[in-house]
Structures are given as C-alpha cells and as structure tokens.
C-alpha cells in the first residue's frame, strides 16, 4: 500500500520575526517535499505562515493581535502562502510541475462528520492523482473559542484522517528538551518518547518566537493525537536537504513519539477528538483497569462521582480519580441513573434502580485517551 506522510510546517519556519514570507525556505521545503513525492509516497502539507506572511503587506507594523485584524492578515497571507508554494513546487516531477491544492478547514469542520467526511474524500482523489494538498486553518471563519490557533492539532487530525505512516512536524527546535531551551541552554533533547506522560507535558513550553502560536506544548499534544491515532509522529529540524527523508525514515535530527497502537476507526476518531462531552464520570482504580488494560465496559460498582448532565447517547469523558482523562464513550445512563447506581454492584442496581442495559458505557462506544 502507498504511504502516506503528513508533514507539519510551522510559521517559524517559514517566515521571519519581521513578517513576510520567507521565499528561500519555501523553496527549500518543496523540494524537500518533492523528494518524497518522487518516492512514491503520498504526501500532504500542513502550512502556518497565512498571518505571518500577510500582516506587513496590509500595513500592520508586527503580527496583530486583534482577531479581525488577523483574519484580515491570514486572507492576504493565504495566497501569498499558495502562489509561493504553486511556483515553488513547478519546479520538480513531470511537465509542469507537481500540482498542489488548497485546503482550508476548521475544528466546526472536524465535529460534523458529514463536512469532515466530504473533506477526506476530496483528499483521498487529490492523493490519488498525485496532487499536494496544501491545508491550513479557515483564519477567516475560525471563531476564537472553536479555533485552533496553532496548526499543530489540526496536522495531527488530519494524519488520523488519512491513516498516515508518520507525522512529521518540522518546527525551529531539533526537537522536545528537557526544558526550553531558549531558556536554559544545558537542557538536554529527548530522543524518543513512547508515552506521553504528564512530566512530558510538563516541559513543553509556549512559543519561542514572535510568529510561532502553539510553542512545544501544542506539539506534545498533538503527538499524542497522533499517538492514540496509531500515528507515529516526529517533531524536529529539516534544514540540510535531504533532512526530510531522514525524519521521515527514522534518522532525522528530533524527537520520535512510538505507539504500538493501530489506526482508529473513523467512528472512534470522531468520539475521541471531536465530539463534544456534556459530563464526566470518575471511576475507581479497578475501573480504570478494566477500562485501559481489560478492553471492558464501564459497569456502576467503579463510579465514584458524576459531573454534569448528560442523558443516554451523549457522550461523557471518563477520568480517574487524580483527574487524569481515561477517554470518552457514549453513555447508556442518563446522569441522575449514573448517580443512583454509582458504586453499587450490577444485583444491587438491578434491584435499586431502572436502567436499560447494565453496561453504563459498553466497551465498543468507548475510545482510550490515556496515551
Ligand atoms: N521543552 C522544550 N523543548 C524544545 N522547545 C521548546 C520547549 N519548550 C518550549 N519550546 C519552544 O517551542 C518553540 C517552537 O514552537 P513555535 O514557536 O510555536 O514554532 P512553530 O512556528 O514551528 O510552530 C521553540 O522555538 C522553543 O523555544
Ligand atoms: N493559521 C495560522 C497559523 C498560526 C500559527 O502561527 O501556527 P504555528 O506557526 O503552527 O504555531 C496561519 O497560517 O498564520
């Protein structure tokens, strides 16, 4: 089967702090691209850089803060961004070049299964002509609170969209510190990493440039997108030619995050990272077991507590009793059932209280988020 590799450029990469395109690394990037396009892989671009590139030309003096005047930036930067990488990529593969085409989407995009489903399938034609899609966010509708700011998150979904062998997110840092180490210079880098702990999250910090958004943590997050995706990703540093291919093979000059884990199903895809919990539940340790180690369903003797009010079919998120999110699933109980039953063994609820079915999360409506 064809391979398939997302690869994620960050707006550090391709511009500079005073704005503008950076013409030189788009350059650079293509044929980077190129290269494994060449190979026979099927490749997709995850660009930032649409504000970067576009705020000097309206005339802002540094990168605005203001949303509109950052939508205003990305809709100007947007087509300097494609019109840079059109150019750039019709220097390499056959008569005129390798085509590329754009694509804008929105988290709003990723929650309707019917816009996402429509947006895969134009993909997978697109990878099936040999094209380069070329996506980032829809600066333009991307409303505060459903954005996702950086595009970290957004490469990560779209890698559990397409299946894809790895993950490459290219960034300034050749990969995840100790500590940032624009701030302390004797941090020591990771090689690999095979499970994305707290402590990991911990030491990834925010941004370390002025055009940069999400910073290491956004990364870290979305590797372990990736990771529960069954997607191995890589964040690192592409700046010799050929670092690409490097990366992409195992050898490149960052950090490598490794699952054993398979793909999910579009289904668990969407309960997992875009559908929209209306409660919590917390669970007990042997719960917590059954959930992530003995692919069980949740019963009511592990609840503990309940948050919110949900009904039966929504979904809930499922923590253990330190907070820590176990996954999601959908639930069988409505909160004030899940209340009633918490605690008490399956005869006890079926004396006690009126349920349909025993299971209050059965496990095939359930996706661990636990990476
Ligand atoms: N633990 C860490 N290891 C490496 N880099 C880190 C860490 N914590 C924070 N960073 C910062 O994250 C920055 C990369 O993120 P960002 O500026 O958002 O880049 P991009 O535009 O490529 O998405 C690095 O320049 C670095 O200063
Ligand atoms: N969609 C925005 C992305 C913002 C951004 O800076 O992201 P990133 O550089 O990946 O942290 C843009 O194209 O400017």
């Known amino acids: 089967m064809t391979e398939t590799i997302v690869v994620k450029i960050g707006s550090s990469s391709l511009t500079s702090e005073e704005g503008g395109l950076n013409r030189e690394r788009i350059a ?19 660009t930032s850089g649409a504000v970067a590139a576009g705020f000097r030309k309206i005339g802002y003096a540094a990168r605005p803060k203001i949303v509109h005047e950052k939508q205003a930036a990305a809709a100007v930067g947007q087509a300097l961004l494609m019109q840079a990488y059109q150019e750039a990529f019709a220097s390499y593969g056959a008569d005129g070049g390798i085509g590329v085409a ?15 489903q429509n947006a895969q399938l134009t993909i997978e034609e697109l990878l099936k002509q040999r094209m380069v ?43 995840l510190y100790t500590e940032d180490p624009r701030k302390n210079p004797a941090a020591r880098r990771i090689e690999r990493v095979d499970q994305i702990s707290d402590d990991i999250l911990s030491i990834a910090g925010g941004a370390g440039s002025s055009v940069g958004t999400g910073g290491m943590r956004s990364k870290i997050e979305a590797a372990r997108i990736a990771m529960r995706g069954g997607i191995p990703a890589f964040i690192g ?17 960052g950090t490598y995050f490794d699952t054993s884990l398979h793909n999910l199903p579009m289904k668990k895809q969407w309960l997992g ?26 019963l009511p003797a592990g609840i503990r507590a309940i948050e919110g009010d949900f009904h039966p079919g929504d979904v809930v998120e499922v923590c253990n009793l330190r907070g820590e999110t176990l996954g999601r699933g959908v639930v069988n109980y409505a ?37």
């Open 28 to 46: 650079f990037f293509a044929r980077e691209l190129a290269a494994l396009h060449e190979s026979g892989r099927q490749v997709l671009l995850v």
């Open 273 to 298: 990272f875009h559908s929209m919990p209306q409660g919590r539940i917390l669970v007990d340790e042997g719960a917590e077991r059954a959930l992530l180690l003995g692919g069980k369903s949740l």
């Open 102 to 116: 754009q694509i804008l989407l929105t988290r709003a995009d990723f929650s309707n299964r019917r816009r996402i």
């Open 237 to 253: 540093r592409v700046v010799e030619p050929g670092d690409l291919m490097l990366a992409v093979d195992g050898n490149g000059r």
């Open 133 to 175: 899609p070329i996506i980032n966010e829809n600066d333009t509708v991307a409303t505060d609170e459903l954005k996702f700011g950086d595009n970290d998150t957004l490469s990560a979904l779209v890698g559990n969209m397409v299946k894809a062998r790895r993950l490459v997110i290219i960034t300034d840092m050749d990969g």
């Open 335 to 371: 909160a004030w059932q899940a209340q009633a039953a918490a605690g008490l063994s399956s005869e006890e609820v079926r004396r006690r209280v009126e349920v349909v079915r025993m299971e209050v999360i059965h496990r095939d409506e359930w996706v661990t988020l636990k990476a």
